[in-house]
């Protein structure tokens, strides 16, 4: 008369083991479910109940009281129906009590039986003790396989899995993997982007020293088009940042590739409109992960800076600096990554034509309220704020495509190697000419102490790009360029 | 209870709801301000009125005052009452010019402005602007920074400083010169405030020198207030594709003396009888330009007096970015190119 099931619940990206408790008795037939359930799991008394109808399995018409152990955790989304259903059928003796031993379950159930995907499929095969096998949708079965391997089984329907239960068949075979397309970086390419010499090579020094770009240019100057080709020109994630970006992707309930393992780095641009919670994460107790961290070990193009929410943008300051962000509530406290490049576009003001003189109608009010929005310490974090202008008609419309993204990728690949065998080793000094450039300006008072050190990583990043072993005078003054824009967003 | 001097009535009266510089000229014409008010029959709390004028270090002047600038006197628009922080008399010891301007200028504009400010009160000449931003705020820091003092004109009331960005600005001006309003504590500036105090602006300068104005700018209310009264207009020329020169520009063509540094407008003053004590050399630029070799001289020829991208140079002159970036730091660095907001130009 009494079940007792492993699953697993979501808070946040981390998973937590459940035991779901069935009791069936005597008495006017009803169904309660205790244990801090949200509406979803709530729900599942009509999802459970007709599931199992439609598979042709009986349904007690008698007292059904459903205990999520342990109670204290508030349990969300659907995943927890086919634990419960299992767990109904083992109490009204449909199934053997010893076929379910060993074995924990994760899944949503159709109206018809079926088994559907469940989103954190990762976490949730993470919670499970490693001594369970895992019965998961065949849908997620993949995701399931990439912490649990064999362990984890995939199943199509409830009556499919009844009956395997039973012993009257076997576990089908996993499904082989379809193979993982190799090269296909995906993604726009830098070939469609005509000119912008500047702008391609800021992204080039954005990815290969992990500067944080600001680009700064009137509407149609390419921001957003080089933007989205700055994933491709970063290197593919190493086997453990895969795994993190999948298991926050998971959480997310974002749809993952084929394969399941997300292995190029992300790309995420939210809407300025959005809000602060979609941006970092949180929830009132659900904690999900926000767009920050699904851009983790990628990119996040926040286009139109000016026009985030001042809270949006100052919240991203923490993560910035350490690479995670701690989200906490009366719930309790989740971290979840944050190490993304950021890579913001706005245009010099109201208007966007700010940039070439005497064009733009902005009255200084207007101007001043627009750039406002980027709080100093927030525009300290680009080491690039770069001017970009319109490319020229004859370059614009002329047939021939511009340098593709292998070719800068390979150069960053190259510039990211040298810089890698430098790491233990005493930095080469800079040229002489170099440090004059940079003295000077640091009494013209053109920068500051925390300037002259970003524009010397920035000249050493380019100085590494050309293969160069010393920081010569025009390395530095190529890491000037690249941050004159901050005259226009500092007015 | 010490008896309110007759500048507190006129304060009232200027004070009352529905009273202009007309209705106020017409009361003040045949009487005193304490007969005027009490003809009146308005009614109001005359020393609440005068105190909160005194509180805020408002100089209240009537015609009679000893204080009322002797230059207003006989002008057809001189107002009846006149309220000012700081000391009236500057503008009748110094020769005044007016700097004026659009309150969206270019940088050009700003550095105009500033620099004609600084040459101006070091020379001994009054700077009468209208505490506005952009050139009037930029002509101001230039004459605070040096010399005769600086002699503001504004719209509102002196109790509230406006724009508020230049509270500061306004501290500085009142310590060192005066500012003057047509109004009493407790107006707040509207837009339709700003002809008027524009023509008294005016009727404050010996000449009125336009820095930028955009076309039908509020910089044209000064000038035709200034030809009405036969004070000599000049213009700053500016480029014929900048919007913030189209109104210089046309007031050039219109006939009004061209400015290309602070001796034309010391020139302008001499017509008018007012001799400057310190002579005042033409500025010239005879320094031999240093001679440029190599890639450099490449860069400087496709450098343009108007700015450029730095994506249109590596595209002129095919060079590697950062050697592009070398020369035209080098170029800077002798002073024959700069940038603003990554946009380079020759100089």
Same mark, same amino acid.
């Given at each position: 008369?009494?079940?007792?099931?492993?699953?697993?619940?979501?808070?946040? /990206?981390?998973?937590?083991?459940?035991?779901?408790? #069935?009791? #069936?008795?005597?008495?006017?037939?009803?169904?309660?479910?205790?244990? !801090?359930?949200?509406?979803?799991?709530?729900?599942?008394?009509?999802?459970?109940?007709?599931?199992?109808?439609?598979?042709?399995?009986?349904? %007690?018409?008698?007292?059904?009281?459903?205990?999520?152990?342990?109670?204290? #955790?508030?349990?969300?989304?659907?995943?927890?129906?086919?634990?419960?259903?299992?767990?109904?059928?083992?109490?009204?003796?449909?199934?053997?009590?010893?076929?379910?031993?060993?074995?924990?379950?994760?899944?949503?159930?159709?109206?018809?039986?079926?088994?559907?995907?469940?989103?954190?499929?990762?976490?949730?095969?993470?919670?499970?003790?490693?001594?369970?096998?895992?019965?998961?949708?065949?849908?997620?079965?993949?995701?399931?396989?990439?912490?649990?391997?064999?362990?984890?089984?995939?199943?199509?329907?409830?009556?499919?899995?009844?009956?395997?239960?039973?012993?009257?068949?076997?576990?089908?075979?996993?499904?082989?993997?379809?193979?993982?397309?190799?090269?296909?970086?995906?993604?726009?390419?830098?070939?469609?982007?005509?000119?912008?010499?500047?702008?391609?090579?800021?992204?080039?020094?954005?990815?290969?020293?992990?500067?944080?770009?600001?680009?700064?240019?009137?509407?149609?100057?390419?921001?957003?088009?080089?933007?989205?080709? !700055?994933?491709?020109?970063?290197?593919?994630?190493?086997?453990?940042?895969?795994?993190?970006?999948?298991?926050?992707? *998971?959480?997310?309930?974002?749809?993952?590739?084929?394969?399941?393992?997300?292995?190029?780095?992300?790309?995420?641009?939210?809407?300025?409109?959005?809000?602060?919670?979609?941006?970092?994460?949180?929830?009132?107790?659900?904690?999900?992960?926000?767009?920050?961290?699904?851009?983790?070990?990628?990119?996040?193009?926040?286009?139109?800076?000016?026009?985030?929410?001042?809270?949006?943008?100052?919240?991203?300051?923490?993560?910035?600096?350490?690479?995670?962000?701690?989200?906490?509530?009366?719930?309790?406290?989740?971290?979840?990554?944050?190490?993304?490049?950021?890579?913001?576009?706005?245009?010099?003001?109201?208007?966007?034509?700010?940039?070439?003189?005497?064009?733009?109608?902005?009255?200084?009010?207007?101007?001043?309220? +627009?750039?406002?929005?980027?709080?100093?310490?927030?525009?300290?974090?680009?080491?690039?704020?770069?001017?970009?202008?319109?490319?020229?008609?004859?370059?614009?419309?002329?047939?021939?495509?511009?340098?593709?993204?292998? =070719? *800068?990728?390979?150069?960053?690949?190259?510039?990211?190697?040298?810089? /890698?065998?430098?790491?233990?080793?005493?930095?080469?000094?800079?040229?002489?000419?170099?440090?004059?450039?940079?003295?000077?300006?640091?009494?013209?008072?053109?920068?500051?102490?925390?300037?002259?050190?970003?524009?010397?990583?920035?000249?050493?990043?380019?100085?590494?790009?050309?293969?160069?072993? $010393?920081?010569?005078?025009?390395?530095?003054?190529?890491?000037?360029?690249?941050?004159?824009?901050?005259?226009?967003?500092?007015? | 209870?010490?008896?309110?001097? %007759?500048?507190?009535?006129?304060?009232?009266?200027?004070?009352? =709801?529905?009273?202009?510089?007309? $209705?106020?000229?017409?009361?003040?014409?045949?009487?005193?301000?304490?007969?005027?008010?009490?003809?009146?029959?308005?009614?109001?709390?005359?020393?609440?009125?005068?105190?909160?004028?005194?509180?805020?270090?408002?100089?209240?002047?009537?015609?009679?005052?000893?204080?009322?600038?002797?230059?207003?006197?006989?002008?057809?628009?001189?107002?009846?009452? !006149?309220?000012?922080?700081?000391?009236?008399?500057?503008?009748?010891?110094?020769? $005044?010019?007016?700097?004026?301007?659009?309150?969206?200028? $270019?940088?050009?504009?700003?550095?105009?402005?500033?620099?004609?400010?600084?040459?101006?009160? /070091?020379?001994?000449? *009054?700077?009468?602007?209208? !505490?506005?931003?952009?050139?009037?705020?930029?002509?101001?820091?230039?004459?605070? /920074?040096?010399?005769?003092? %600086?002699?503001?004109?504004?719209?509102?009331?002196?109790?509230?400083? +406006?724009?508020?960005?230049?509270?500061?600005?306004?501290?500085?001006?009142?310590?060192?010169?005066?500012?003057?309003?047509?109004?009493?504590?407790?107006?707040?500036?509207?837009?339709?405030?700003?002809?008027?105090?524009?023509?008294?602006?005016?009727?404050?300068?010996?000449?009125?020198?336009?820095? =930028?104005?955009?076309?039908?700018?509020?910089?044209?209310?000064?000038?035709?207030?200034?030809?009405?009264?036969?004070?000599?207009?000049?213009?700053?020329?500016?480029?014929?594709?900048?919007?913030?020169?189209?109104?210089?520009?046309?007031?050039?063509?219109?006939?009004?003396?061209?400015?290309?540094?602070?001796?034309?407008?010391?020139?302008?003053?001499?017509?008018?009888?007012?001799?400057?004590?310190?002579?005042?050399?033409?500025?010239?630029?005879?320094?031999?330009?240093?001679?440029?070799?190599?890639?450099?001289?490449?860069?400087?020829?496709?450098? *343009?007096?108007?700015?450029?991208?730095?994506?249109?140079?590596?595209?002129?002159?095919?060079?590697?970015?950062?050697?592009?970036?070398?020369?035209?730091?080098?170029?800077?660095?002798?002073?024959?190119?700069?940038?603003?907001?990554?946009?380079?130009?020759?100089?």
């Amino acid at each position: 008369m009494l079940a007792s099931i492993s699953a697993a619940t979501l808070t946040g /990206a981390v998973g937590r083991p459940v035991s779901v408790e #069935v009791h #069936v008795s005597n008495g006017l037939p009803g169904f309660t479910i205790v244990g !801090l359930p949200d509406a979803a799991v709530r729900e599942s008394r009509d999802r459970v109940r007709a599931a199992l109808l439609s598979s042709g399995l009986p349904w %007690p018409l008698r007292r059904v009281t459903v205990n999520l152990a342990p109670s204290g #955790v508030r349990k969300g989304g659907a995943g927890l129906d086919l634990a419960i259903a299992i767990g109904v059928l083992v109490a009204t003796g449909e199934l053997p009590a010893a076929s379910t031993d060993g074995w924990a379950f994760c899944g949503e159930l159709g109206l018809n039986g079926s088994l559907r995907h469940v989103p954190g499929m990762i976490a949730l095969a993470d919670a499970i003790p490693p001594s369970l096998g895992l019965v998961v949708p065949l849908s997620d079965m993949r995701e399931a396989a990439l912490v649990r391997g064999e362990a984890a089984h995939g199943v199509a329907t409830l009556a499919e899995l009844a009956a395997i239960l039973r012993g009257q068949s076997p576990w089908p075979v996993m499904p082989e993997a379809p193979a993982t397309s190799p090269g296909g970086l995906g993604g726009p390419d830098l070939a469609d982007v005509r000119g912008q010499r500047v702008g391609r090579h800021a992204l080039e020094v954005a990815a290969a020293g992990h500067h944080h770009l600001l680009m700064v240019g009137p509407p149609g100057s390419g921001k957003t088009m080089l933007a989205e080709r !700055l994933p491709g020109l970063l290197p593919p994630l190493t086997p453990e940042e895969s795994l993190e970006v999948t298991r926050v992707h *998971s959480a997310a309930g974002r749809e993952l590739p084929h394969g399941a393992l997300v292995s190029q780095p992300p790309f995420r641009a939210p809407h300025h409109l959005a809000s602060l919670t979609s941006l970092v994460g949180g929830g009132s107790w659900s904690m999900r992960p926000g767009e920050i961290s699904l851009a983790s070990h990628g990119v996040l193009f926040l286009d139109e800076m000016g026009e985030f929410p001042v809270a949006a943008l100052e919240a991203l300051r923490q993560p910035l600096e350490e690479g995670v962000i701690r989200i906490s509530r009366a719930g309790g406290t989740v971290t979840f990554p944050a190490r993304f490049l950021l890579v913001g576009a706005m245009n010099p003001c109201p208007c966007g034509e700010g940039m070439t003189r005497g064009a733009c109608n902005c009255s200084v009010v207007e101007r001043a309220r +627009y750039t406002r929005r980027l709080s100093a310490p927030l525009l300290d974090r680009f080491d690039l704020v770069v001017p970009l202008a319109r490319p020229d008609p004859d370059e614009l419309l002329s047939p021939e495509p511009g340098p593709p993204t292998a =070719e *800068s990728a390979a150069r960053v690949t190259a510039a990211r190697a040298l810089a /890698a065998a430098r790491v233990g080793h005493p930095e080469p000094p800079l040229q002489p000419a170099a440090k004059h450039l940079i003295s000077q300006r640091l009494r013209a008072g053109e920068l500051t102490a925390r300037g002259v050190q970003k524009v010397g990583m920035v000249a050493r990043t380019v100085a590494d790009l050309l293969g160069a072993e $010393t920081v010569t005078e025009a390395h530095v003054s190529d890491a000037l360029s690249l941050r004159m824009a901050r005259s226009v967003v500092t007015q | 209870m010490t008896a309110l001097p %007759p500048e507190a009535y006129a304060a009232a009266l200027a004070s009352h =709801e529905g009273v202009g510089p007309a $209705t106020l000229r017409r009361l003040l014409a045949s009487d005193r301000p304490e007969v005027a008010w009490s003809r009146s029959g308005y009614a109001g709390d005359v020393r609440a009125i005068w105190l909160r004028h005194m509180d805020a270090g408002i100089t209240v002047l009537t015609a009679d005052s000893p204080g009322y600038p002797a230059r207003l006197v006989g002008d057809p628009e001189s107002p009846p009452v !006149l309220f000012c922080r700081g000391s009236s008399g500057v503008v009748s010891k110094h020769p $005044t010019v007016a700097l004026v301007g659009t309150r969206s200028p $270019t940088r050009y504009g700003i550095g105009v402005a500033a620099q004609f400010g600084a040459d101006l009160a /070091a020379l001994g000449v *009054s700077v009468v602007s209208g !505490l506005a931003l952009g050139i009037d705020g930029a002509a101001h820091e230039g004459a605070c /920074a040096s010399g005769a003092p %600086p002699v503001a004109v504004v719209a509102g009331g002196l109790d509230d400083p +406006y724009p508020r960005r230049h509270a500061r600005l306004w501290d500085r001006i009142v310590e060192q010169g005066v500012v003057f309003s047509e109004n009493p504590a407790g107006v707040r500036t509207e837009k339709w405030r700003f002809p008027k105090r524009n023509h008294l602006l005016a009727a404050l300068s010996d000449v009125v020198v336009v820095i =930028e104005s955009r076309h039908g700018g509020g910089a044209m209310h000064t000038v035709s207030a200034a030809l009405e009264r036969g004070t000599p207009v000049g213009a700053v020329p500016g480029s014929i594709r900048s919007p913030a020169s189209e109104g210089t520009n046309a007031l050039l063509f219109d006939g009004c003396f061209p400015v290309r540094d602070v001796a034309d407008i010391v020139a302008a003053l001499s017509l008018c009888g007012i001799v400057l004590p310190t002579s005042v050399a033409r500025c010239s630029t005879v320094d031999p330009p240093p001679e440029v070799v190599g890639p450099d001289a490449d860069v400087l020829d496709a450098l *343009s007096y108007d700015p450029s991208s730095l994506d249109q140079l590596a595209r002129v002159t095919d060079m590697e970015l950062s050697a592009l970036c070398g020369a035209l730091e080098r170029l800077a660095s002798v002073g024959m190119a700069s940038q603003d907001g990554g946009w380079w130009f020759r100089i």
